[in-house]
């Protein structure tokens, strides 16, 4: 909406990175602080752009100056005027308006005032928090990484696919899944009866269709979101979240691990640069020395172990853990973070991982006893990548479904591409929330995604 014709329209950011006075534009947006004085008054103005506020100044001959007293703090308004060199220390230009129009008040009760808030209490009002410094910088991130993402995989050849959000399949073989029905509480009660005439749910995972898909296109990604019934209100985990999911036909392992690597590495070399202002806020207000931890991502050797000579580390370190660490038993998150914060002081990448810790369709190794599974750890974090050479022998791969008691049944579809043109091929999945819970330093999962789900949590 243009409500000044004659003037250009233009962002916060665009105007505070103006490198000469403008005359005659227009701004949009909602108000921060506002400060009076006899014949004028200072509105400092945000529209989301960026993380700083634009002041704007409004003297009693400006049209619409008699709007100020109903001017509050959360406000949005369109002012138009001349950007004008400040006279004030700390910003470079002020907007001198010539003409201000209320476009939406904000009564009494608006509940982000001048006083800090805490995550708590904002969690509760998620439909405004992303107003705030702290959660408008994390969703400008988010944004941007998101389309790092994509630039990333196109640049490597990879092909963006959409694999199903419902599906009748587990493709981690965990149970843990959201059912989907239209059945109705005394309807039907077979499935049958339901909608798809099977069961069916939201999905884990988009893997097992995008390697159907780079049996066909060669490499291929998915990027959208995925679903667990798990009930647990860690601040680790969330009912809904975002995986990253790339898929490539002739890629082995080794290849995985790199892809990996370079993903992490090509992600936050970009939010350094494209986002310094945001995660500079997040250096300074959640975690001191983020911004050195970030480029120690980029400049590390990722060395690679495997599993046995992991489990040997945390044994021999005479460190008392909470869970002990041997042979067999999966990795905690103290013990990876462990090797990558203490040990290796870096982001370290464990392979081969004893099979009956890991899902069916990883590649069965020589010694029978492992399987060709990676894990990528960063400090902060521990496990950000987990990932697999997956298995193309029709006949192992019905080997180890039987060993895990998984019917075959609703796999026919993925049985059949080991039976037609199957390649050796690898993938790994990525979960967006906690790429950004590593790259800005926040604990909690709630807090990187703008209206999170959790048990017994389903508002906004």
């Known amino acids: 909406m243009n409500h000044f014709k004659n003037s250009p329209s233009f962002s916060v ?163 843990e899944m959201f059912r989907v029905t239209t059945l109705k509480e005394g309807g039907g009660t077979s499935f049958k009866d339901d909608f798809f005439g099977q069961y069916a749910a939201l999905t884990v995972s988009g893997q097992l269709e995008a390697e159907l898909l780079a049996h066909a296109l060669g490499r291929v990604y998915t990027f959208g979101p995925a679903f667990r019934a798990e009930n647990s209100n860690t601040a680790r985990h969330a009912a809904e979240f975002w995986m990253i999911e790339p898929e490539a036909a002739f890629f082995d392992l080794s290849d995985d691990m790199s892809l990996a690597q370079n993903l992490i590495q090509s992600v936050v070399r970009f939010a350094l640069n494209e986002c310094a202002e945001d995660l500079a806020l997040f250096d300074r207000f959640i975690e001191q020395g983020l911004l050195d931890r970030l480029n120690g991502l980029l400049y590390s050797d990722y060395p690679r172990i495997p599993y046995a000579e992991a489990i040997r580390i945390l044994t021999d370190s005479g460190r008392k853990f909470e869970f002990s660490p041997f042979w067999g038993a999966d990795l905690a998150t103290e013990h990876e973070r462990f090797l990558c914060e203490e040990h290796f002081k870096s982001p370290v990448i464990v392979f081969d991982y004893p099979k009956t810790i890991k899902p069916f369709y990883m ?98």
């Open 13 to 175: 950011k665009e105007l505070l990175s103006s490198s000469s006075s403008l005359p005659q534009v227009t701004v949009r947006g909602w108000i921060r602080t506002k400060r009076d004085s006899r014949d004028f008054s200072f509105l400092e103005l945000n529209d989301g752009s960026c993380l700083a506020n634009l002041q704007v100044v409004v003297q009693s001959t400006a049209k619409g100056y008699d709007l100020i007293k109903d001017i509050t703090t959360g406000s949005a308004v369109a002012v138009e005027g001349d950007l004008v060199e400040s006279q004030g220390r700390g910003q470079a230009w002020d907007l001198k308006a010539k003409n201000l129009v209320l476009t939406g008040p904000a009564g009494a009760d608006y509940p982000l005032q001048k006083k800090r808030q805490t995550d708590e209490y904002l969690r509760e009002m998620a439909h405004v928090r992303a107003r705030t410094n702290k959660y408008g910088a994390m969703f400008r991130i988010r944004s941007e990484c998101a389309w790092a993402v994509h630039r990333f995989f196109r640049e490597k050849g990879f092909f963006y696919v959409h694999t199903p959000i419902i599906t009748g399949s587990d493709a981690e073989g965990a149970g």
């Open 363 to 460: 590649r069965l190794n020589d010694d029978g006893q492992t399987v060709a599974a990676m894990d990528l750890l960063v400090p902060k974090v521990g496990e950000l990548v987990g990932g697999s050479q997956r298995e193309e022998r029709t006949e192992v791969l019905l080997s180890r479904m039987a060993e895990l008691g998984l019917k075959t049944e609703p796999y026919w579809w993925y049985l059949d591409s080991r039976r037609w043109g199957s390649t050796p091929h690898a993938g790994f999945g990525l979960g967006f929330e906690r790429f950004l819970m590593m790259l800005t330093g926040v604990s909690n999962i709630r807090d990187v995604i703008p209206f999170p789900r959790t048990p017994k949590n389903l508002a906004f």
